[in-house]
């Protein structure tokens, strides 16, 4: 890779510290939100503060129904 593509250099990051990086920041709270889980990670200064990661077995997939219930309570002539 560095011979024939002529790459000089190469930065690993964590996938948790990855969002920041594209927006030009190194501190701050990266979210991920899945469809069955949403992991929270702190960051500091580039890196991630693991004794405060947080993991919740909620995801995208319960606010969803979440949020199709309360509107079919609202109007119950919506088929949901």
């Known amino acids: 890779m560095f011979r024939k ?4 250099k190469i930065e690993l990051a964590l996938s948790c510290v990855s969002p920041l990086y594209l927006t030009g920041r190194y501190t701050g709270a990266v979210i991920s939100a899945g469809n069955s889980c949403i992991e929270i ?7 991630p503060i693991f004794k405060s990661y947080q993991y919740l077995n909620i995801g995208t997939r319960n606010l969803n129904k979440f949020i199709r219930d309360d509107l079919a309570l609202l109007n119950k002539e919506i088929s949901l």
């Open 41 to 47: 990670m702190p960051v500091f200064e580039g890196y």
């Open 5 to 8: 593509l002529k790459i000089e």
